[in-house]
Nanobody
Framework: QVQLVESGGGSVQAGGSLRLSCAASGRIISNYAMAWFRQAPGKEREFVAVINWSGSNSVYADSVKGRFTISRDNAKSAMYLQMSSLKFEDTAVYYC??????????????????WGQGTQVTVSS
């Protein structure tokens, strides 16, 4: 398994920006597609964005398309989520995850076998 640690969460006003980072260790992350999910209180964990092993392909949830950008740096064993134009409804714990293989397949949580502990993002209106 890949060990994942998120950072970069915090509190921000609506319209602001944050950059989340996910540091990976334990395996070569270029072997895996990676993703961001989020979970708000009382809600199920939902897909945010996914990126394939090389960074050449990514998919976004409709709710974040045009505002969030996922990227990765395999040389640094890291993945990022640049979040802009943040909205109150973006408030959640954000998790990074690694899939079982290098390509984007399904965007459901059970596709991803390794998870970080999460980082809180709070957007005030």
């Amino acid at each position: 398994q890949v060990q994942l640690v998120e950072s970069g969460g915090g509190s921000v006003q609506a319209g602001g920006s944050l950059r989340l980072s996910c540091a990976a260790s334990g395996r070569i992350i270029s072997n895996y597609a990676m993703a961001w999910f989020r979970q708000a209180p009382g809600k199920e964990r939902e897909f945010v964005a996914v990126i394939n092993w090389s960074g050449s392909n990514s998919v976004y949830a409709d709710s974040v398309k045009g505002r969030f950008t996922i990227s990765r740096d395999n040389a640094k064993s890291a993945m990022y989520l640049q979040m802009s134009s943040l909205k109150f409804e973006d408030t959640a714990v954000y998790y990074c995850a690694a899939a079982g293989g290098p390509h984007i397949t399904r965007m459901s949580p059970d596709t991803f076998g390794s998870w970080g502990q999460g980082t809180q993002v709070t957007v005030s209106s």
